[in-house]
């Protein structure tokens, strides 16, 4: 009889979560995320639709360029935050002139809104300016 019972307990007995090895993989995955963020930036947004061309070509990326997203109604995104013409203009005074911009306008976007961004540009010596396309699609 005392076998079984001490046969019953070591089948019974409560499992043991060891903590440090679940430690150890959150640590290596936190540092895997951080180091992967540092390579990835988020600027666009994916309900814009940017207009097709047969002569775009992929561009090399430059840290320090800065990607604004304008949506139908004319609104603008820059790193995630929606900006009036006020904001955008604040925040090109703060880059430098050899900043780099990238302007990304949905394909049914008016064209005011994009000469919006334009001026906004000239009025802070901003002369390297981008349009994003895609390529057509055959």
Known sequence: MHKINAFANTIFEKPQIQI????DIMFFALIFFMVLSVYY???????IKIPESSQSHMSDRSK?????NIDTGGGFVVNGRKLN?????????????????IIRADKKTYH???IKVLDICAR???????????????
Do not use: H, W, Y
């Open 20 to 23: 440090i090895p679940l430690i």
């Open 41 to 47: 930036r988020v600027e666009s947004q994916m309900d």
């Open 64 to 68: 320090s360029e800065t990607i604004i």
């Open 85 to 101: 013409e006020e904001g955008l203009d604040s925040l090109l005074q703060k880059s430098s002139p050899s900043q780099n911009i």
């Open 112 to 114: 005011q809104d994009v």
């Open 124 to 138: 802070n010596n901003i002369q390297d300016i981008s349009f994003a396309t895609q390529t057509n699609q055959p």
